[in-house]
């Protein structure tokens, strides 16, 4: 990572608790505009959004429901385990991440073959690493599709990192529109919108599609596999309306704002040339750096990502990186609040 990403970020900037615990209303936290032909940043609030759009405007959002991927599994033997869902694969496994409750976080004696059990009739065989983030181990699951779901959401847990400051209910990680469940972690871009929001942004003109992509960990518990930033393999489905209504947006004119970098990925990663998206459904190990020229999107709303975040890179294909970097300096001394409950930030 290049150094203009390395900043420090004050334990007090990190947001603890969903804005709702600190007092005011999911769409009342902090935004800070980047504009990309000026560069100049300005200071707002997330309801007052309407004010930096324009009527034409498409707005895109990740369908993705969180599940609570963290479950609690034990081997024959009784040696036990967290199990941190990653991505699920078109062969109907799972990649996971798997800690040891005790000794060695990484070692656990895992082997191809073992049996996990979690309990209510679920078990899990561990087939074996996967061979672009070692890792991650492949899972198969006694039970598949729907049956998988409701147990998940019977036994498990959201992922929670050391900076939140209790374990907060599933509701809290999630978007008013989710639907799909699939995310590891929450695509949290879009966590500040209401439904009066979407609907008062309607009156004015502004657009919105709809697609799904299902997030993966943001960290492997690893500082040097981390930093490294492996492309995890994330499935994504776009329908055919939203391919048309992004197609249309683009020939009259408008601006495509993504709400994530997740629908970054997935419309860059399904944009030809000429920026035309197509419909599909598929898989994408997409890196977005600042050698990748935006053909589907205009803008971007994300939240604040931490010193050296893989995200990080992403956002330099909108802006030098250099201009990130003071856009950050200046959040950070205006007290902004960073991770998946925080502030947001939108690049336009």
Not at 11 to 37: H, N, T, Y
Request: hydrophobic share 40%; aromatic share 8%.
């Amino acid at each position: 990572m290049s150094a203009p990403f390395s900043f420090t970020l004050p334990a007090e900037l990190s947001a603890k608790e969903p804005p709702e615990r600190r007092g005011i209303a999911r769409d009342q936290v902090r935004l800070m505009l980047i504009d990309r032909a000026s560069y100049q940043s300005h200071h707002s609030r997330f309801d007052h959004l309407s004010k930096f759009l324009c009527p034409g405007d498409l707005l895109v959002f990740n369908t993705s429901r969180t599940l609570p991927a963290v479950l609690e599994g034990c081997d024959p033997l009784g040696a036990c385990m967290e199990v941190r869902l990653a991505h699920h694969r078109p062969d109907d496994s799972w990649l996971a991440l798997l800690l040891c409750q005790e000794g060695d976080l990484f070692a656990c004696g895992l082997r191809s073959g073992m049996e996990v059990n979690f309990g209510s009739e679920l078990t899990a065989i561990v087939e074996e690493r996967d061979r672009n983030i070692p890792r991650l181990w492949k899972l198969r699951f006694s039970k598949t599709g729907t049956e998988l779901t409701d147990l998940l959401y019977r036994l498990g847990r959201p992922i929670r990192y050391e900076y939140v400051s209790a374990p907060w209910e599933l509701d809290y990680y999630q978007t008013v529109y989710a639907r799909e469940p699939g995310s590891a972690e929450m695509p949290s871009a879009g966590r500040a919108f209401t439904w009066k929001l979407l609907f008062d942004l309607k009156r004015w003109g502004i657009e919105t599609a709809y697609m799904t992509l299902h997030t993966g960990l943001s960290s492997y518990l690893d500082d040097e596999l981390d930093a490294q930033h492996p492309a995890s393999e994330e499935e994504y489905r776009i329908s055919e309306t939203a391919a048309n209504q992004i197609n249309q947006t683009h020939q009259r004119g408008g601006r495509v704002i993504a709400v994530g970098t997740t629908v970054v990925r997935a419309l860059e990663s399904v944009a030809d040339q000429t920026g035309k998206v197509r419909a599909g459904h598929g898989y994408t190990r997409l890196h977005i750096t600042a050698n990748h020229t935006l053909r589907a999107v205009e803008g971007l709303l994300t939240g604040l990502h931490e010193p050296e975040a893989s995200h990080l890179d992403l956002l330099t294909a909108f802006l030098p990186a250099e201009k990130i970097h003071l856009a950050y300096r200046e959040a950070l001394q205006e007290g902004y609040l960073w991770h998946e409950f925080g502030d947001l930030n939108l690049i336009l």
